[in-house]
């Protein structure tokens, strides 16, 4: 399969860096299904890459939803015949420190960032089989490998994320790839969903220095454009500013 025509679902593209991913895959010619809950969001993306090589195909998805997900690779499958990558980017953010006991927001971040990446595994492994051919790319997170105050649930999240997709990888076949791709600091909209107050005023502070998402978005087109027999495993990309 040529490089510049491979199907792409992209979990999480209606802002940030699953937006960014999105928007640089179709600018590189690639076919690009993009889920989310915010499918306005979606459609303006379509729209501002309408005149790019490639092509994107909004779909609307919440990964918390096993029978969402599973419809959203089948109508990729459906619609071009075969799904050459994943990647699952869908996450959200909601930081407090342990004694807020925020329960329900540490249920939707294990819901979003841990049973969504297993889901979208869930969906897209049986079809790399069948086709003996695949890339599953996890956006984890520099949270994936070190844990801060007010994170601790986050990072609890992304370790599992890392450790999921590290043994998807060790557990696949040589046709099918697995990458991780963990970021620093980047802007977008993920602070956006922390409540606590405390948590709110160091984020402010914490992402001061953040990278634009195309950074990622370049570390993920990097993984998906090696030969079929190289698997760009881990890949961690921070501000040059960040410790
Ligand atoms: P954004 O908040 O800008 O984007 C998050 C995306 O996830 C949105 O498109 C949102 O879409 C989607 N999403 C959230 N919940 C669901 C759901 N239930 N079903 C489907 N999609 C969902 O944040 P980022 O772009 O920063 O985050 C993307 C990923 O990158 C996350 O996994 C995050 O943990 C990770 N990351 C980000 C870093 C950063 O500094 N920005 C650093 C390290 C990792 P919608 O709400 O429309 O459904």
Not at 76 to 99: E, H, K, Q, T, Y
Not at 165 to 181: F, H, M, N
Request: hydrophobic letters at 45%; a neutral charge.
């Amino acid at each position: 399969m040529p490089n510049d025509k491979k199907i792409i679902l992209v979990t999480g593209a209606s802002s940030g860096i699953g937006a960014a991913v999105a928007a640089r895959l179709v600018r590189e010619g690639h076919r690009v299904v993009a889920g989310a809950r915010r499918t306005d969001r979606l459609d303006a993306l379509a729209g501002r890459t309408a005149k790019e090589p490639g092509s994107l195909h909004p779909v609307r998805l919440d990964v918390t939803d096993r029978g969402d997900v599973e419809a959203f690779v089948r109508t990729a499958c459906d619609r071009f015949g075969r799904v050459d990558a994943m990647v699952a980017n869908a996450g959200i953010m909601p930081l407090s420190r342990l004694d807020a006991l925020l329960v329900d927001e540490w249920d939707r971040m294990i819901d979003v960032n841990v049973r969504g990446l297993l889901y979208s595994i869930a969906a897209a492994l049986p079809r790399f089989t069948a086709q003996d051919s695949g890339h599953f790319v996890t956006i984890a997170s520099i949270g994936a490998r070190e844990v801060t105050p007010t994170a601790a649930v986050y990072c609890g999240t992304k370790y599992a994320a890392r450790a999921i997709t590290e043994g998807l990888r060790q557990e696949s076949a040589p046709s099918i790839r697995v990458t991780t791709v963990s970021p620093g600091v980047v802007a977008s909209e993920l602070a956006d969903s922390i409540t606590d107050p405390g948590a709110a005023a160091a984020m402010r502070d914490y992402r001061a220095n953040a990278i634009d998402p195309d950074a990622i978005a370049g570390a993920v087109s990097y993984a998906l454009a090696q030969p079929a027999d190289v698997d760009v495993n881990e890949i961690v990309v921070r501000p040059a500013a960040q410790r």
